[in-house]
């Protein structure tokens, strides 16, 4: 069965950069059918999505937060990771990484993980 | 690339329907077949209800339905159950794989 882990700090100052990786296991992130991606939910707020990935390199962003964002994957390990540049509190979020079918919205999550931006 | 336009709010005591709308342009919802509605308990992961439009995962009860008409697509939930009480979020395809979602919709069961 498909699993996706969120790892990475919890906490990052503002102004600096937020980074995550996400561990796919269950599953190759080398299929030509799927892309991998990130989502953010603020607390108490909506889900967002960021952008995603083919494991081609193919990638794909939000256009307000695509300045800002680079999604890359490692076929070797199994993972992809998120960068979002130069942080702010807005960008305090639960961030979760997803699967999805080419045509399709994302049909796996991972749990979630809680980034913080503070000093 | 705006939001889709959902409401805040919606509710429906055991039994009846509710039905939840999710607005859009030609250039996301009304251009695509590609929405999907997506549950959301609190403290949870989202859980796919509907995709493309009108299709069910399976394993998705057959009280939730889907639909679409021009720019506005719908979340029908029939016999609501008190497990229904959750926030739901509508995502369509928006062009140039980009995808945007609703602002989400909180349903209560009375």
């Known amino acids: 069965q498909l699993q996706l882990q969120e790892s990475g700090p919890g906490l990052v100052k503002p102004s600096e950069t937020l980074s995550l990786t996400c561990t796919v296991s269950?599953?190759?992130?080398?299929?030509?059918?799927?892309?991998w991606g990130w989502i953010r939910q603020p607390p108490g707020k909506g889900l967002e999505w960021i952008g995603d990935?083919?494991?081609?390199?193919?990638?794909y962003y939000k256009p307000s937060l695509k300045s800002r964002v680079t999604i890359s994957v490692d076929t070797s390990k199994n993972q992809f990771s998120l960068k979002l540049r130069s942080v702010t509190a807005t960008d305090t979020a639960v961030y979760f990484c997803?699967?999805?079918?080419?045509?399709?919205?994302?049909?796996?999550w991972g749990q979630g993980t809680l980034v913080t931006v503070s000093s | 690339q705006s939001a889709l336009t959902q409401p805040p709010s919606a509710s429906g005591s055991p039994g009846q329907s509710v039905t939840i709308s999710c607005t859009g342009t030609?250039?996301?919802?009304?251009?695509?077949?590609?929405v999907s509605w997506y549950q959301q308990h609190p403290g949870k992961v989202p859980k796919v209800m509907i995709f493309?439009?009108?299709k069910r995962p399976s394993g998705v009860p057959d009280r939730f339905s889907g639909s679409k008409s021009g720019n506005t697509a719908s979340l029908t939930v029939s016999g609501l159950q008190a497990e229904d009480e959750a926030d739901y979020y509508c995502?369509?395809?928006?062009?140039?794989?980009?995808?945007?979602f609703g602002g989400g919709t909180k349903l209560t069961v009375l």
């Open positions: 997803t699967r999805r079918r080419s045509g399709a919205a994302p049909d796996h």
């Open positions: 269950g599953g190759s992130i080398s299929s030509n059918n799927y892309y």
């Open positions: 990935i083919h494991y081609s390199g193919n990638s």
């Open positions: 030609s250039s996301d919802v009304g251009g695509y077949n590609y």
């Open positions: 493309e439009v009108s």
């Open positions: 995502i369509s395809y928006a062009g140039i794989n980009n995808w945007v």
